[in-house]
């Protein structure tokens, strides 16, 4: 069975930071596209960070650029992503995706094969 188990959400303070975490199981995590969506109220759902382990690339969206980082711990098969700076822009609901395919960029996929439950960021203005 597919898990893709995320932690790490919560209420933090604009320019705060907080660590998510995304444990998988049930996939060989190598070989797969490891990453992060939100989704705000009211908004599309956005593409914000995944790790391509397959060519060792990471990719992140212009918005969290500089300010978010995504990396993968192989032996734990979990994907981390720090989050610095936050603002109230960033409040979502974060969700852990995989993808086994991924093409040239990962946040650009056709499909994703996995989606985890979600876990809520709120930053306080």
């Known amino acids: 069975e597919v898990q893709l188990v995320e932690s790490g959400g919560g209420s933090v303070q604009a320019g705060g930071s907080l660590t998510l975490s995304c444990r998988t199981s049930g996939f060989t995590f190598s070989d797969y596209a490891v990453g992060w969506f939100r989704q705000a109220p009211g908004k599309e759902r956005e593409g914000v960070s995944c790790?391509?382990?397959?060519?060792?690339?990471?990719f992140y969206a212009a918005s969290v650029e500089g300010r978010f980082t995504i990396s993968s711990d192989y032996a734990q098969n979990t994907v981390y992503l720090q989050m610095n700076n936050l603002s109230a822009e960033d409040t979502a609901v974060y969700y852990c995706?995989?993808?086994?395919?991924?093409?040239?960029?990962?946040?650009?996929?056709?499909?994703?094969?996995?989606w985890g439950q979600g876990t809520q960021v709120t930053v306080a203005s």
């Open positions: 995706v995989a993808v086994r395919v991924p093409g040239a960029n990962c946040l650009r996929s056709v499909a994703y094969d996995y």
């Open positions: 790790n391509s382990h397959s060519i060792g690339a990471t």
